[in-house]
Each structure stands twice: as structure tokens, then as C-alpha cells.
């Protein structure tokens, strides 16, 4: 049962430290999108603890008297769950949650909840799995007692369980499971592969479109623009992390200008390492695209710093040097032609679009429609009948836009990705001209 089944959320105190003065302002930052990853899983939060220090305790990270603190906070206040912004040890984790006497998860079980909240299909269900178990997995160091946290999938270990940071496979007998729970990821890994090579055969069935992806910071408005672009009305919900599966739409962007346009899940600072890797495969379509698409929310004060955190997983992903677009959602409402003219400055390829109004689009189109000039080519080859394995190889390659015949050779017009066709190209002429052809 989640939380939004039950009538009573969860009541949460949040705590965050920050290592020193300077980093005081991320922190609170850092806490106020932990508050909204809170509402996003079904939580109610009731508290908010900011502490500064110059380095976190070994056991209790807090220190003995500031976890006395939030102890007595928490009794004062009812709280049901604690949520640490920074990430915790085992030891550490251990230590708060038998001192507090409530349950205790840090940032990344909180995101690893929210994504098991969220996720739809089998293969989404199936990345989430594997996250959560090589995070618990490593939880498995000298805790001593037995865990029994819930198991949200059907397969999963442990009995059952509620609330925010039980969604999933869950702990149970963690250390005496240690061998089941690698088994278990070993088997997740398996499908996860099979996942990747169905996705493979799918992108070479889609070789001869155009393939746009959209990257961006959760909650950016990605859905809402994929279907302004696609003339869909799919309900789209403003909760983050509402996205796990690649949705992907093909169809006319302009004339004689087709697509494929895949959203993908969006980026958050301090992404857990496990939802990266057990993400791969979704993740693949951004680095395979000819063209991304990185969608920013014009309308949030933290713009330029979500900005760097999306173009740093953008070139984890290496997808740096990809064609791209900076399309700012929501720029009607807050952004005048001299900001405009600032952001175009500042980022190449800028445009300025309301996916909810549907303004902006036929620009966006259009530049779109310029960068796929530099994806595709046309060449011209005359191939000997001699040599029909050629010919195949071409159609293959490309769309076929012209033939002609001829008595001893047949003459292509060949239309297809620039990198495949000239490589092509130079093979067949490398060919012909050791062959004496």
C-alpha cells in the first residue's frame, strides 16, 4: 500500500548539514527540493533542520548533541520518518535510527522510493528493482538485527511493510540474504541486457528517421513539449520524477521531415549512481540521438544551476558534443526579448517556447530542421550489376530516393545519415578501385 492509499500521510523532519559556511546557501537550496521530493513520494513535512559544521561525525554524522536535538524535536512533533538531505553510512544510518527511534532513510532512498512509486512498465519496474537492491546491498555491513522493510514487487525479498522508503524490493534479513539479494541482481542485470539489445534493433528500424531525445531536470515540462511537438494529448502530471518510461512518438515534423521524439526520465542533482547505471538503457537514447533537445524551466530561480546539473549527466552519458538545442519552457511568463537576447548569448541554439500554449513551436521546428542538415547526406553511386551485394548494402543505409538502370549498372540517389553514408561511400569507392573496377 503507498501513502497515497492511505487517508494520513506521513509526517517527515528533514535534516540537512552543510560543511562550512559556503556551502550554507546550497543547503538550504538542497532542502527545499528535498521538502518537494518529499510531497512528490506522499509525505507531509512537518520540520525542517539545517545544521553547519566543519566535517560529519563518524557515527551519528550530527554529532551526539544535535541528534539529541532532533530526537527531542521529533518526539515534540510526532514525526514518523526522518530524511537526511546527505548521504549515510551503514554505521551511521544504524546509530541515528535506534538513538531517534524512528525509521531514518537519507536522499537516495528517498528518490529510489519515488522511483518505485512511479514506475509503469515491466522494464521500468525492473531498473528500479536492481537500484534499490545494489543500494540496500551495500547497507549489508555488521547491522546486527534483522531488517524487515517492505517488498513492493511480487518476487521481491522481506515481508510487508508501509511508507515512504519501503517501496520496492525492500530489507529483510539483509545480512542472512546477502547471497539471494546478488543472485537476484545478477538475474535483473541479465534482463536488463536483453532490454538493451531489443532496444538496439529498435533504434536500427528507426535508423532512417531523424532521432530527437529530450533531456532536462525533472519536472521541466518535457512530457508537456513532447506532446506539443507531437499534436498528442497524453494528461501529463507536474509531480517530479513522473517519467521513468522513454515515451517516443514518430511522425512529420515539417515536410519531408520525419522524426522520432523520445522523453526520457529527467535529471536531478546528487542522482543516486544506482538509478544511472540500472537507467542505461532508457539513458542510451539521449547519447544515441542525432539531435537533444535540453529542456529548461524558465520559470525556476535555480535555472542556470539545473542547467550545469543536466549538461554534467549529459556528458557522463557522452553526449557532449551532440547536436543540441536549448529549448527555455515557460519563457512567455518571465522572460522580456532583452533576457531573451541574454540566454541566446549565453547558450548556443537557444529557443523560447510555451509547450502549454503552443507558442514557439514553429521556431523551434524550424531550427530543428536546420541542425538535421548537418545529420543527413545524399549520395550519387553507380554500382556495377556485378555486384548486387552493394546495392544492397545502400538500401540498407538509407532511403533510396532515385534508381535508374542501366544495361551493365544500376545508378542510386542514397538519403541517410551523414557518418553512415560517407563511410559507406568511401568503402565502395576504396573497393572498386582494388578491384580495378
Known sequence: MSLREKKLAERILLVAVAMGNRERWEAIDNLEELAALTVTAGGEVIEKILQIRDKPDSRTFVGKGKLQYIKAIAVQLKIDLVIFD???????????????????????ALILDIFALHAQSAEA???????????????????????SRLGGRSGALGGRAVGIGTRGPGETKLESDRRRIKERITRLKRELISIEKERSVQRRRRKRLLRIAMAGYTNAGKSTLLN???????PV?????????????????????????????????????????????????????D??????????????????????????????????????????????????????RKYENSVFVSALKKEGLDILKERIKELSAGV???????????????ENRFYEAGDVVKRLEMEDSVTLIVRGYRSLLSSLEKEFSCFLRDAGT
Do not use: C
Open 86 to 108: 546527505n548521504a549515510l553510512t551503514p554505521v551511521q544510518l544504524r546509530v541515528i535510527e535506534e538513538e531517534l527511534g524512528r525509521r531514518t532513510i537519507d536522499r537516495t
Open 125 to 147: 519496474k525492473t531498473q528500479v528493482e536492481l537500484a534499490q537492491l545494489e543500494y540496500n546491498y551495500t547497507k549489508l555491513i555488521g547491522w546486527g538485527r534483522e531488517m
Open 228 to 234: 506539443a511537438l507531437a499534436g498528442d494529448s497524453t
Open 237 to 289: 502530471s507536474s509531480m517530479l520524477f513522473s517519467t521513468l518510461d522513454s515515451a517516443t512518438r514518430s511522425f512529420e515534423l515539417l515536410e519531408n521531415v520525419h522524426v522520432v521524439l523520445t522523453d526520457t526520465v529527467g535529471f536531478i542533482k546528487n542522482l543516486p549512481a544506482q538509478l544511472v547505471a540500472s537507467f542505461r538503457a532508457t539513458l542510451s537514447e539521449i547519447a544515441e540521438a
Open 291 to 344: 539531435i537533444i533537445l535540453h529542456v529548461v524551466d524558465a520559470s525556476d530561480r535555480k535555472m542556470t544551476e539545473k542547467i550545469d546539473v543536466v549538461e554534467q549527466h549529459l556528458e557522463e552519458l557522452g553526449a557532449t558534443y551532440a547536436l543540441k538545442i536549448m529549448v527555455f519552457n515557460k519563457s512567455d511568463l518571465f522572460f522580456d526579448e532583452q533576457v531573451k537576447e541574454k540566454y541566446s
Open 376 to 390: 543527413f547526406l545524399e549520395v550519387k553511386v553507380t554500382i556495377p550489376h556485378s555486384l548486387p551485394q552493394w
